[in-house]
């Protein structure tokens, strides 16, 4: 069964302290996944591709299909960065499986 | 270039009552969805669109219509509100190119409270 798997509801840190999003998936076959973020009471935009290898925001996310995994991680979290994280896994007809999301807060 | 939007942005509804959510998009893009946002459960697809005139179901179609008449346009309609589709609707859309890093575009959402 093709699942996403975000297993925190919220993490809380403090400014300029790193900061990793976990998200585990199960698919059988080559996965292609997807970070979005969705800021208060906003749309979700689009973060990052995994195909991509880029970093967004200083975000970067690895693909490792040994632990099926795709972890977001940035070094020095800003308050700006204070938003709720989905991890999605793409499927037929470019539908999405998103996982439970993570809310991710920054203290001052 | 508005993307994906999606009317109305809020709404209460009397149990019983129906309605329709409308969302339109300008990218002309084949593909569109519908999806629910309920706190600790994500996103969960209700139905999906890949062109003019067909529907599918998704992960949670139960109490939701669709209709798809025209492509830049996807309907969602709840014949009778019940209090447990409460919730936050975003409608997405995506070209049919499937090729890695394809993916979807959201609207605004729409927030809908059953009293």
């Known amino acids: 069964a093709q699942r996403v798997t975000q297993p925190e509801k919220l993490l809380s840190v403090f400014k300029g302290a790193p900061v990793e999003l976990k998200c585990n998936y199960s698919?059988?076959?080559?996965?292609?996944l997807f970070w979005y973020v969705q800021y208060s009471r906003q749309r979700l935009q689009l973060l990052l591709r995994?195909?991509s290898r880029e970093s967004i925001k200083g975000f970067t996310a690895d693909l490792n299909k040994g632990e099926t995994s795709f972890h977001l991680k940035k070094p020095f979290a800003q308050e700006e960065d204070s938003a709720m994280y989905y991890c999605?896994?793409?499927?037929?007809?470019?539908?999405?499986?998103f996982g439970a999301g993570t809310r991710l807060a920054v203290h001052p | 270039n508005a993307g994906v939007t999606q009317t109305p942005k809020f709404r209460v509804l009397k149990t019983g009552q129906s309605m329709t959510l409308l969302c339109a998009q300008d990218?002309?893009?084949?593909?569109m969805y519908w999806y629910r946002q309920d706190p600790g459960m994500g996103l969960r697809l209700i139905h999906y669109?890949?062109?003019?005139?067909?529907?599918a179901k998704g992960e949670v179609p139960d109490g939701y219509n669709v209709s798809r008449l025209k492509k830049q346009n996807f309907l969602l309609g709840l014949e009778s509100a019940a209090p447990s589709q409460t919730s936050v609707y975003f409608c997405?859309?995506?070209?049919?190119?499937?090729?890695?890093?394809?993916?979807?575009?959201f609207g605004p959402g729409t927030r809908l409270l059953v009293l």
């Open positions: 669109s890949v062109g003019e005139g067909t529907t």
């Open positions: 997405a859309s995506s070209s049919s190119f499937s090729g890695t890093g394809e993916t979807q575009y």
């Open positions: 990218m002309n893009h084949e593909y």
């Open positions: 995994h195909i």
């Open positions: 999605a896994l793409k499927g037929g007809y470019n539908k999405l499986i």
């Open positions: 698919y059988s076959g080559s996965p292609e």
